[in-house]
C-alpha cells in the first residue's frame, strides 16, 4: 500500500472474527484559499482537505495583517505571484487617512517538475510586509503582469511595482518595502497594462477636459521614471487596461481601444494608430465594457445588462482583430460578473459568469459554464452556454459583495465565494456540479486559491 493511497481499516468483532467494517481515505491539502471578509474587513485563509468528504480547516486571520478601521478602511484587489499575495488597502478619506499594500509570504512553494508541479504546505501565511499610510493614494486597481506587481495610486498619478523575484528569505519590511517602485503615469482611477516587463500604458479617468481619454508610457524598467509620452484614445472615461500579443487595449466609454505596442520604443513622439472596436448601442447610447480577462490568444470581457448581456471575445493575435459575441441573457437586473477561465484536464476550455445584482433587486442567483470550443478545431467562434446553475446568495453594495471564483492548480476543483450566504461552494470540474458548500461566516466576497494537492514525496 503506497503513501498516497493510503487508508485506515477500522475493524470489529463479529461472532469472534474480525471483520473490516469501513476505510476511510486520510484527507489530504488540495489547495490553500484566501478570502476577504466585506463584513469585517479581515483576510482569511483556510486548508480546502479532500479525502473521503471534502473539509475545511477553520479560517484563521493571516497573521500579521494589520487591524483595519471599519468606517474608514477597505480591502480591494489582490493578486498572486510566485508564493506571495498582494492586497490593496483603500480609505475613505481620498487616501488622507490610510492605504497601501500588504504583502504576504502565502505559505505555499511550488517545486516545478517539467510537465507537473509538486505542491508543499511549509507554514501558515504570514505577513512579509506592508505599508499603509497618507501617502499612498488610495489605491483602487492591482495588476499582476508576468509575475509582477503593480498597485495603482490614484491621488498619486503613478503605480507602485513590487517583483517578487527580488525578494529574498533574509529580508526585512524595511528591505521589502524599499523594493517597492514608485513609477508616474496615469491619475484619477488608474488602470494600467504593461508590456514585456518595460512599458507601462496608464490611463486617465477623465471624461471630458484635456485629459479626457489620456494615456501615458512609461517605462518601468528604467531609472528616470518619467512619463516619456502621452496620447488620447476617442472617447474618456477609461476604466480597463491589459495587454496581449503586443496589443494594449483600453475600455473607454465607447466600445473598445487598442494600440499596436510591438515597435514602440522610448523616444516614441508621435500618435499611436488608434484601433476602436464598436459594441454597438443600447438605449442609443455607445456599449461599454470595464474591466478585461486574458486567457490563450484572446481578451475577455463582458458587457450590457439583463437580457441584453454578452460575453465579449477578441482574438489578440490577429492582425485586425474584431469581436465575438456571446449572448448570455441574464434575468432583468442583474449584471455579468466575471469571467474566470480554466483549461480543464479534458475537454473544451470553459469559463465562469456570475449573475449579479444589488441587494434591493429581486433576481436570481445564478452561475453560468460557457464551453469555448465545442468542436474542438482551436477557434472559440462556436463558443456556447453549457449550463447554468442556482448558487448561494450574492450581497452587492458597490464594488463589494459579488461572488468571485478561483481554481486549484491541478483543475479540478472551482471555489466560489456566497457573500450573501457566508459560504464557499466547492464545484467539481469534471462532474460539472457543486460538491460541497462550506460555512465561513461574515460576508465572503473575492477569493484566490494557491496551490495543488500536497505532495507526499
Known sequence: MTRTLMTIALLFVVNGSCLPLAQAAEPRIATRIFFQDDETHELKWSDVKVGDSIQLTEPALVDGFPKLKLEQQTLVQMEAAAGFLLVGVRDDEDGSFQSGWVLIDTGVVEEEHGDHSHWYYTHAPRVRASLLDEKQGNPAHLYCYEDVFYLANDRMNGYTRIDPSSISPMDNEEAIRKKAEFIPGGGGHITLAVVNKSLGFSSWIDREGPNKGRVDVTPVNSSSRKVDSSFNLPSGGIHGATTLHNKVFFAPADGICWVDASNWHSDHKDPPAIHHISLGKMDNKPLRTGSFTTFAPYVAFTTGSGKESALGLIDASKSDPD????PLAL??????????????????????????????????????????DPNGDGQWNDAQVAEEFDVGKSRVEGHSGHH???????????????????????????????VANLHVGGIPSKIVAIGGRASQH
Do not use: C, M, Q
Not at 469581436?323 to 456571446?326: D, L, V, Y
Not at 466575471?338 to 444589488?358: C, N
Open 323 to 326: 469581436w465575438i459575441r456571446i
Open 331 to 372: 434575468a432583468e437586473g442583474n449584471r455579468a460578473v466575471g469571467p474566470y477561465f480554466l483549461k480543464p484536464r479534458k475537454g473544451s476550455p470553459l469559463a465562469f459568469i456570475f449573475h449579479d445584482h444589488p441587494a434591493s433587486v429581486d433576481a436570481p442567483n445564478r452561475l453560468t459554464l460557457l464551453e469555448l
Open 404 to 434: 468571485a471564483l478561483d481554481f486549484d492548480a491541478d483543475r479540478r476543483r472551482a471555489f466560489f465565494t456566497n457573500p450573501g450566504e457566508g459560504t464557499v461552494s466547492v464545484f467539481s470540474i469534471a462532474d460539472r456540479k457543486t
